[in-house]
């Protein structure tokens, strides 16, 4: 983002929550978003479908993983307890002020994160596939 606000280079591509202050700031400006919809925190700027770009949505995650083999109990408390941070308190509401959203009550599951997880690895598979890039 340096070399964006710096004038070194011309467009990056980032995660919302990077690029949102820096638009509102006046420090670049958000071209459009790769999400499904538009964001609530800034709706006025359109998604790249929107914009002409079929199916286009980019997404950045973050999971937690336990080791295979991890006890059923230990997940099972991992997942109470992790769940219970995402939808309650404060955190909810910080992570929607910087632009993230939260996971879905299935993707909070160890299965629904699991199901999330292959697809998006399938979509990305297919997105190297259709530009031509194949594992060295």
């Avoid at 993707?107 to 194949?134: H, S, V």
């Amino acid at each position: 983002m340096p070399d964006l606000i710096g004038g070194s280079i011309q467009a990056a591509m980032t995660e919302f929550s990077t690029a949102l202050p820096l638009h509102k700031g006046g420090q670049a400006h958000i071209i459009a978003i790769a999400a499904g919809n538009r964001s609530k925190l800034a709706p006025d700027i359109a998604t790249f479908i929107e914009s002409g770009v079929p199916n286009f949505v980019a997404q950045s995650y973050i999971g937690v993983v336990a080791p295979t083999g991890t006890p059923a109990p230990v997940i099972a408390e991992l997942h109470k307890a992790i769940a219970a941070g995402l939808t309650s308190g404060e955190a909810p509401d910080k992570l929607r002020g910087m632009g993230s959203e939260i996971a879905t009550a299935k993707q909070m599951t160890p299965d629904g994160f699991a199901d999330f997880i292959r697809t998006d690895y399938e979509n990305m598979r297919q997105a190297a596939k259709l530009a031509g890039i194949t594992p060295q």
